[in-house]
């Protein structure tokens, strides 16, 4: 059995069966093994392996996505540089359609094996050693702010620029709407946020932003040797994932799951509205921010094992001193303006278009996205669901990856969406329409394209 990551799981890529001294996790234990060969054997098999990991990944998403550019003419994401992308990007298998498809049972997709590949789980890019993984934008920002190394020897980030959020995305404050975007246009980091923030936010809460901007070691990047960068790191910070409070698409594997093959990944969900959420983490349902922060500060950062992280020596915050003054910082992040929505989470009818308003009809009827979505609460219910995909399909290895079926999974906030691609935890689909076309079919809601265009058009308007 723990020979299955290093052999069993290979699909193809003979490089890639070199595991057994670098692997996180045999495939039948819960505690991560120490190396046992150097530092310097590791990090060259890595390497060497690195070009068939990374084509083998890159060959999945194109089987599996049209990753093209096609931005949706005239709208932006909220800061005001990045086109959003439009369209259905998950593929469809030979010789069907999206009617077609929405017209069969579960059962009956999931014997002709029809479920689109991009509606199944998304694989890390390399599932066997998993881990945090950073986008190139966010790698170079802070190289040359922090001069610190979030660049990976064994794998580089999978998706194109132009499908992930804004870079650097805006700040919006709860205390300070006149305001508007705070940043000034930069990435928040331990160099520039005093100066950014002095005046700003409370002392308290600028305590919080330098904890939230300190790196901290991490199971990839630390001082041992069992690293995945190049030299002794000082580890990560909250704000690598969250840049400005938001996300950069970075991922890893979700913490809360063994074995390794079958661990999810997770893409970086943004923080903005922390203030009317009431329940944290895909999986793990916390029910404070303060205590997320906290259970992230000493497991989640180390893959949720509390015993590597001692060895790489953890952060283990006070819950009052410390703890809290994060939280009051991530509090008062907001969300982006909604020129067209009134108070209560609905579309003025003065300013919404036809297409918006119908949208909005569809949302809370027929498309049955209000019933967990719910627009006065910051379209969310603060509950965990479970769709029950696995009524689609078969569950077969895919670039080491065994996927279990999703489970329950926490309702994530509508406000401000189009600027957050990926969608889903593990950013299994690329655009808005992507996600339209899955819950029509996941819940048999029977629209028609028209139908699902004014709902896309309506999401853009949150």
Known sequence: MRKLLGIALTTGVAAIAVHSFADPLPADATYRPLPTLPFSAVKAADEAQKPAVMQRQQQLLNQRYDLSMRPIPGVMMSGGRKPVQGGVRVKLPPG????????????????????????????????????????????????RQEQRDLRRFDVDFDLPDHLTPEFPPPIFLTTHPHLGDVSRGQVLTLTNFYEILNGIVTPVQMEGMRLLLT?????????????????????VACMDCHANFHTNAAFHLTPDLRPQASR?????TS??????QQIHGSKRSLRSIEDFTEFEQRTAYFNGDHVSATRKGPHLPDRTNQVAMMAQMQNIIDFPPAAKLDPFGRLDPTRATPQELAGERLFHGKARCAECHIAKQSFLDHQMHDLK????????????????????????????????PPYLHDGRLMTLADTVEFFNLVLGLKLTQSEKEALTTYMLAL
């Open 389 to 420: 995909l696995e009524r689609f399909y078969r569950s077969v290895s895919v670039n080491d990856f065994m996927p279990l079926p999703d489970g329950p999974i926490k309702t994530f906030t509508l406000r401000g969406i189009k600027d957050s």
């Open 271 to 276: 923080l903005r509205g922390m203030f009317n």
């Open 264 to 268: 999810f990944r997770l893409d970086s």
């Open 215 to 235: 790196p901290f070691p991490q199971e990839e990047f630390n001082q041992t040797e069992d690293r995945k960068v190049a030299l002794p790191s000082r580890g």
């Open 96 to 143: 069907v359609t999206w009617e077609t498809l929405a017209q069969m049972s579960p059962a009956e997709i999931k014997a002709k094996g029809l479920l689109p590949e991009g509606f199944k789980p998304l694989p890390h890019v390399k599932q066997a050693a998993g881990g945090q993984v950073f986008p190139n934008r966010q790698i170079d920002e802070i190289a």
